[in-house]
């Protein structure tokens, strides 16, 4: 069902050598919601503790809709912002209210949004939800509250993600997962049926992931292990597992290898050329140059636009295939607006014609010095109406997607700034790993020939 798998570029799996998988939200799904609700509320605990946040803090809701995948956070102005394939702001909120097309205006301009710029970051990974959220209720709860000892926005922005990192680098969050793996992570045994397909047909199986080993071998031996018929061990099933990877580092670094032990998880460091096993950090080009293959002949598939995709698609010539779970939704959805959407086409296809005939007779008055007629004024009460029509069909499809922002990959006609960089940078892209597995390792994936605007006229 080749449909499950979208396609960028010209993508041939015969010419793929090696298949490498992020673990989190990758080879390993999360219950997002429940994970993210859990990162909310350890954050706020640690807000509270460590930098001293005040109390009331602790009351804040988790709302899983209060931000979407592809979002840009404006540190300086407390907002969320969506933007366009082009950087333009194409809806804003300020603290947990939308901002209306007047002050958005007025906050912004014509401003485009340089995710370059420090003041911007942007939520660009499933584990970034929770940290748009919460900024957002911070923000809220400064401007109500100006009684509260609460820092500007971008110092609660920077004390946040600090936080937040803070619970993933100390093993905070991990913790937590440990003690509850079944509230947090999905078991997908076609994920492991697919796997020991592919490596039937002769596909090497690679793992590369930032977590460090003893979480990987525990989302292994639990979301992996129990499942295997072809093999004894996950160990057996990758050829090489390599933890603590530091991406996007891996990409363009040089970091040097260390061996990891198995049985007793002790490191020692890499001599030679890499073998078959279980390694931390490392850079990408000592891989590609020790498997003695051509970058085109790696497929690497990730979660995360920046740290998987965006830098290895800049610094190495491996393919890319990105793992967008958002989009699981989102597609049905968009089966469900799809006669919606005809008749807001139809509706435009009928305003087009009205609104030539208004610049013909305008012009014509002008050029021929004509006075003014009725006709205009008509022309213009029709498009009216048809716009109020128009409006109310914009609103009935938005019912559907998330009720602050809409769709995750469009602003309005628009492509999203993450569907962009989800264009340009991955080569293909699917809602989870197993659509992927599900396909014959021989697939040949061909790019549509998408039609450029002079060629549709």
Known sequence: MTEKVYVNRTLNLRKIRIIGFDMDHTLVRYHS???????????????IR??????IIGSFAFDYNLAIRGLVIDKRKGNLLKVSRHGAIRAAMHGTKVMDFHDQKLAYGST???LRDSRYSAVDTAFSLSTASLFMQLVECKDSNSSLALPDYEQMANDLMSEVDGAHRDGSLK?????DLDKYIIKDPDVVEGLEKYRKHGKRLFLLTNSDFNYTKLLLDYAIQPFLKDVKHWSDLFEFVITAAQKPRFFFDSIPFLKVDLATAEMTNQEGVLVPGIYQGGCAQDFTRDLQLD?????????????DILRLKKDCNWRTAMVIE?????????????????????????????????????SEQIEKKLSKSSEVESLQKQIEQIDEKIGIKIRERQNHFNPYWGEVMRTGNEESYFAHQTERFACIYMTKLSDLLEMSPRTYFRAPRIPMPHEMS
Do not use: W
């Open 33 to 47: 919601e429940a994970f993210e609700e859990t990162t909310h509320r350890l954050v706020v605990e640690r807000l």
């Open 50 to 55: 460590s930098k001293k946040y005040p109390e």
């Open 112 to 114: 485009y949004i340089d």
């Open 175 to 179: 913790g937590l997962v440990r003690k």
């Open 295 to 307: 970058g085109d002949e790696i497929l690497y598939l990730g979660d995360h636009i920046y740290g």
């Open 326 to 362: 958002d989009l699981e939704c989102e597609v049905e959805k968009n089966k469900i607006v799809e006669p919606i959407q005809k008749d807001i086409e139809k509706l435009m296809n009928e305003k087009h014609p009205i609104e030539v005939k208004i610049v013909d007779t305008i």
